[in-house]
């Protein structure tokens, strides 16, 4: 089946440590999507890519990087300069902006991210 | 600055008993509108998309519709597996060809049976 597979599905971080969140898509997808998920507020948008190589800085990219080698891989690095990484990170992708009527984002199941 | 906000922030009904959830919208020109379902600890998952002002679509016990403001979702004779949160977006007009879609922060809704 397509779809967007994220892992790990819980991940925790020690102070000081880099770690690195998997967004996997088989939908032939251009363009993928990270946001962050806290409690009572909206998704926000970290990083996004409409094409492979290319990438740009969200609402709130301060924190995080992103990589876009191939197609249906879309990497993200919640570095140690992210003060306040806990939250559920989504994963999401859609095929490029066609200027109207576009197809909606469909997203994977997450990953929770926890300080330890 | 473009922003969503959606209404109640937590809704409990009966089985059967039907309602309407708001999603309120500012935006530099819109282009669409989606409307997501969100289990606890499952990503988004579709529901619909509205274009225009006056489109209405509908799935099951589900119904969606849009105006220049805002937009409902209208739920009929709800069942207990249609508890979860709903979450509305909007994709502005957008910068660079980018799809970046404004997200409200979700109506928690609870059937009890």
């Known amino acids: 089946d397509g779809g967007i597979t994220q892992s790990p599905k819980y991940l925790f971080r020690k102070e000081g440590q880099n770690v690195t969140l998997s967004c996997e898509q088989n939908l032939n997808h251009d363009a993928m999507y990270w946001y962050r998920q806290d409690p009572g507020q909206g998704l926000r948008l970290i990083y996004y890519?409409?094409?492979?190589?290319?990438?740009q800085k969200g609402d709130i990219a301060e924190g995080y990087s992103v990589s876009r080698e191939k197609k249906e891989s879309f990497p993200l690095t919640v570095t140690s300069a992210q003060k306040n990484p806990t939250a559920f990170y989504l994963c999401?992708?859609?095929?490029?902006?066609?200027?109207?009527?576009?197809?909606?984002?469909?997203f994977g199941d997450g990953t929770r991210l926890s300080i330890l | 600055e473009d922003q969503v906000t959606q209404s109640p922030e937590a809704l409990r009904l009966q089985e059967g008993e039907s309602s309407s959830l708001n999603c309120s919208y500012t935006?530099?020109?819109?282009?669409?509108l989606f409307w997501y379902r969100q289990d606890p600890g499952k990503g988004p998952e579709f529901l619909f998309t509205?274009?225009?002002a006056g489109e209405e679509k509908e799935k099951e016990r589900l119904k969606a519709t849009l105006t220049k403001k805002e937009s409902f979702l209208h739920i009929t004779a709800p069942k207990p597996e249609d508890s979860a949160t709903y979450l509305c977006a909007v994709q502005p007009t957008p910068i660079q060809g980018a799809q970046k879609l404004v997200f409200g922060q979700g109506t928690r809704l609870t059937i009890n049976p």
């Open positions: 890519s409409q094409i492979v190589n290319d990438f």
């Open positions: 935006v530099s020109g819109l282009r669409g």
């Open positions: 509205l274009y225009s």
């Open positions: 999401a992708s859609s095929p490029r902006d066609r200027g109207s009527r576009n197809q909606p984002q469909h």
